[in-house]
């Protein structure tokens, strides 16, 4: 019963990824009063990506060839940790909430490797900012998730919902993840999904050279990726999974809850991306600077106690 | 003596000697006279002779004498290609440097004699426990100064950049891999193990050096473009990480957190024998592609992989391994480090301390991040797209004995980390020992595939769970890819804007790739440009160069006024020294006056 409702719930959690992209791009287009694109358009992208032929550079290696594999999966496996509406997921024996940031860097060291490969300058440059912004957001994670496991004790992301709420310290370490977040999804103002102007793509330039199914794997594997992260956010701003054992009734409660959750970080994200905009690259030192500031205040919040 | 700390250290270099040793069988076909090969394999053998010695020693005496034996023999090693012009400077900076830490070790060993009156270990330990704190402070600042200036702390770690890449590989991998841990083995071995933790800042002082080094040491191997002196400086910072284990395993000791001290020196040990593993690896790659492409200018390299594809893979394998990504083994000690820093926040009483921690742990991960940049540079640059020059271009594959050596590193760096839950086992008992813990009910393991850095929290890892979920969905997508709706694929060139001449001078260079660093870090590097253009007529630019480099801020502004000290003091030695026997029989007559008007006052 127990392994059949994590299969479900993990099925749903993949198919329903790039739903949550498809509705962030709709709220931000009703909120620039255009129609926008239904919200099924990255489903409609992946389908046609498939029925494509795939054009490879002839100067790449197998480098270039499995990163898309890479990414996704380590994507999946990531995914496989998270807890959403269920708790007590056998999963995390497997890894807990540090476990799921290393799982991520494996996705990007092979995509930062085969922007590389293609020779092109733009992959190269999409590359180095990638490992740039990362390596940036990798102090405010960390100080983050230590506020939050100073009140909870363990790093098991279960354990981190399981802390009763709101304090001061996890409204900071939400903010500082928060920020964390928007980067690592490429969004404004660190990235912007929505163009391929070479001043200022980062992940767009990374992953230029891929097309057909290989591109189709690598925006699965990042529509997931964000899936992680605002079920693990939304966790730990109003933790609300159950147990299996509880009960139909209370899992349909949590799944409802769930849904919601997500679709306010979604729509909270796509306000933000309408009004903010774009930085410039070396302005990002600074945005992160004030997202370890929020994570140090959380700690110190987190140690006295409010 | 044979105690399991000493057998660990043992396993530590055998491991990491014994593949060089295969490697260097293929590396120095056709480089040297037979003569010449044969001396460097007597010095070769009685380096590692006397890197067993040393963690083997049960005395002070036999301890400095291989510590001697194996610094002048390491030292001979650098200077071996003496052809090269920068070998000499290499071996100088080397040899002052480690003589100045054995200098601070023998005034740490005979402060510890003042109070033990014996040079054995076994009376030595009953003795410190008598020694008054301020002895033992300055006993631990000195030891501290000499060991870490064979392991590299900043700012001691001068020397490291300079002579490790000058050595011959499989000597620079044995050197970075090994040598190098002898000076944390004398540091665990000495301050934990036989003086005792008797003062909080002790461990805070080791974190703090500790936080500088990691950060330090990648930042210059990011702006580094040699291929070797990239993983000398990334060698400074992995000693950083270890240091963060042994220094808050150090501060939990003092605190009687004895469950935390053995996990944080475990979790210290086990990055230690990591990047044993991994940086031999690394050098023994760089040097494969230092013979088949006859330069370490990572300018000048590139498109490897599909000449030297073996190498590439052991390369990436190494790289994987120290950018700490999962399920190598570098990513399991690394979280048992954050997690050792996340437990003992929870358990020290004292705020400061628990935001110190905090503190600790993001520099860690500030240090990951930069490192999985650092070799994505380090392998995408000289592995990946078109190469940068011919010598690139004519590379060849190296032959089997060597490529036997990396793959035996390659595949340890596999099985360390699949093999997390024994490793750590193995290590508690190391560590219970060296920190003289009784630590045969400490486990920190589940189930041998699973490890648990404390009962009842909740937190697991386990590798082989993550190699299995990644092995496994990567199958699927593969089986996806492969026959949902086949379709082709067109091999064609890269796009570049339509023009489709990409050669290797359009690519993403080195120093391109670590401008963002560079710029971000400018506080610190001080970068400077130089940029000069040769006019043809007034609109047109006929050549164009340009320069960057960053400053040296140790040598510049410590090592350099330092070293215009000494020169001036010894300028003014020289003035009773100008080379007249009539003066010098002067000072002869005047010793003799000199003593016989004090020969009645003896």
Redesign the interface.
């Given at each position: 019963m127990k392994v059949f409702a994590l299969f479900i719930q993990f099925i749903l959690l993949c198919s329903a990824a790039p739903l949550v992209s498809g509705i962030i791009a709709r709220v931000k287009n009703n909120l620039r009063m255009r129609r926008g694109a239904p919200v099924l358009q990255p489903y409609y992208n992946i389908v046609k990506l498939?029925?494509?032929?795939?054009?490879?550079?002839?100067?790449?290696?197998?480098?270039f060839r499995i990163a898309?594999?890479?990414v996704?999966?380590?994507s999946?496996?990531a995914l496989?940790l998270v807890p959403a509406v269920i708790s007590g997921n056998g999963?995390?024996?497997?890894?807990?909430f540090?476990?799921i940031i290393?799982?991520f860097?494996?996705g990007?060291?092979f995509l930062?490797?085969a922007?590389?490969?293609?020779?092109?300058?733009f992959?190269?440059?999409g590359?180095?900012?990638e490992?740039?912004i990362?390596?940036?957001?990798?102090?405010?994670?960390?100080?983050a998730v230590?506020?939050l496991?100073?009140r909870s004790?363990?790093?098991?992301p279960?354990?981190i919902n399981a802390v009763n709420y709101p304090h001061v310290a996890t409204v900071l370490a939400v903010f500082c993840l928060m920020m964390v977040i928007l980067a690592e999804t490429s969004r404004l103002p660190v990235d912007n999904q929505e163009t391929h102007l070479e001043l200022t793509m980062v992940h767009e330039a990374m992953i230029?050279?891929y097309s057909?199914?290989s591109l189709a794997?690598i925006e699965i594997g990042s529509y997931i990726k964000q899936m992680i992260w605002f079920s693990l956010l939304a966790h730990i701003l109003f933790p609300a999974s159950v147990a299996v054992s509880s009960g139909l009734a209370r899992l349909g409660v949590s799944a409802v809850f769930f849904i919601v959750k997500i679709l306010c970080i979604g729509a909270f994200v796509a306000l933000l991306e309408v009004v903010i905009a774009k930085m410039r690259?070396?302005r990002v030192?600074d945005y992160f600077g004030f997202a370890?500031v929020f994570?140090i205040l959380a700690?110190?919040s987190s140690?006295?106690g409010v | 003596m044979f105690d399991p700390l000493s057998l660990f250290f043992l396993a530590v270099i055998a491991l990491v000697s014994v593949p060089s040793l295969v490697y260097s069988a293929g590396y120095l076909k056709g480089q040297f006279t037979p003569r010449r090969k044969t001396l460097l394999h007597g010095l070769t053998a009685i380096f590692i002779l006397s890197m067993a010695a040393v963690v083997t020693a049960a005395d002070i005496i036999a301890f400095l004498i291989a510590w001697e034996i194996m610094s002048l023999v390491s030292f001979f090693l650098v200077v071996f290609e003496h052809e090269h012009e920068q070998s000499a400077q290499a071996g100088v900076i080397y040899i002052v440097m480690t003589h100045i830490g054995t200098a601070f070790l023998i005034a740490a060993f005979m402060l510890i004699h003042q109070y033990s009156h014996s040079f054995d270990f076994s009376a030595i330990r009953p003795a410190c426990a008598s020694m008054p704190q301020n002895a033992r402070d300055l006993v631990f600042i000195f030891l501290l100064i000499g060991f870490g200036t064979k392991a590299g702390i900043v700012p001691l770690h001068i020397w490291l950049p300079y002579a490790h890449p000058q050595a011959p590989s499989h000597i620079s991998s044995i050197m970075s891999g090994v040598m190098i841990k002898t000076a944390v083995y004398g540091i665990i071995r000495f301050i934990m193990y036989l003086m005792g933790v008797t003062a909080w800042w002790w461990g805070v002082v080791v974190l703090t050096a500790a936080i500088v080094t990691c950060l330090v040491g990648i930042i210059y191997a990011l702006m580094e473009h040699d291929l070797k002196r990239l993983l000398a400086y990334s060698s400074v910072e992995n000693i950083g990480i270890v240091l963060l284990g042994a220094g808050a395993s150090m501060l939990f000791l003092f605190l009687k957190l004895e469950i935390l001290a053995v996990l944080a020196l475990a979790a210290g040990l086990y990055h230690l024998i990591n990047h044993a593993v991994f940086k031999g690896l690394l050098f023994l790659c760089a040097g494969s592609v230092y013979k088949a492409a006859g330069t370490r200018n990572m300018e000048k390299l590139g498109g490897l992989i599909r000449t030297m594809p073996w190498t590439a893979a052991f390369f990436l394998c190494g790289a994987m391994a120290i950018a700490a990504l999962p399920p190598l083994n570098g990513f399991v000690s690394e979280w048992l480090i954050l997690q050792s820093f996340f437990l003992g926040a929870l358990n020290i009483a004292s705020g400061g301390m628990k935001f110190f921690l905090g503190i600790c742990a993001a520099a860690l991960a500030f240090t990951g991040g930069l490192a999985a940049a650092c070799f994505v540079k380090a392998f995408g640059i000289t592995f990946l797209a078109l190469p940068r020059s011919r010598q690139a271009q004519e590379a060849r594959e190296v032959p089997v004995s060597m490529r036997m050596g990396m793959g035996v590193l390659a595949a340890l760096a596999v099985l360390l980390g699949l093999g997390a839950a024994w490793v750590i086992k193995a290590l508690v008992v190391v560590a219970g020992c060296a920190s003289r813990i009784d630590s045969s009910a400490i486990s920190f393991s589940l189930n041998n595939l699973i490890v648990s850095p404390a009962q009842g929290n909740q937190t697991f890892l386990s590798p082989v769970l993550i190699a299995f979920g990644l092995v496994t969905f990567a199958a699927g997508i593969a089986v996806l890819y492969s026959v949902v709706r086949r379709r082709g694929v067109r091999i064609f060139k890269t796009w570049d804007c339509g023009y489709y001449r990409v050669t290797g001078r359009n690519e993403y260079t080195a120093t391109a790739f670590s401008n963002p660093f560079r710029v971000a870090f400018s506080f610190f590097l001080f970068p400077y440009h130089r940029t000069r253009k040769i006019w043809e007529s007034f609109y047109h630019v006929r050549s164009f160069s340009y320069e960057t480099h960053t400053t040296p801020v140790f040598k510049k502004y410590f090592y350099d006024p330092l070293l215009r000290l000494v020169f001036s003091a010894a300028g003014l030695m020289r003035r009773i020294q100008p080379g007249s026997i009539h003066l010098y029989i002067g000072y002869i007559f005047l010793t003799v006056v000199v003593l016989i008007i004090l020969m009645g006052k003896f």
């Open positions: 498939f029925s494509k032929d795939e054009v490879v550079s002839d100067t790449t290696s197998w480098i898309p594999v890479v996704l999966s380590s999946l496996t496989a999963a995390n024996l497997a890894g807990d540090l476990a290393f799982i860097a494996l990007r060291f930062a490797l922007g590389l490969d293609a020779g092109s300058s992959g190269g440059m590359s180095s900012r490992m740039f990362s390596s940036l957001a990798e102090p405010c994670v960390f100080m230590f506020s496991f100073l004790g363990s790093t098991n279960e354990f230029l050279e057909g199914r794997f690259l070396f030192v370890i994570g700690a110190i140690l006295i | -």
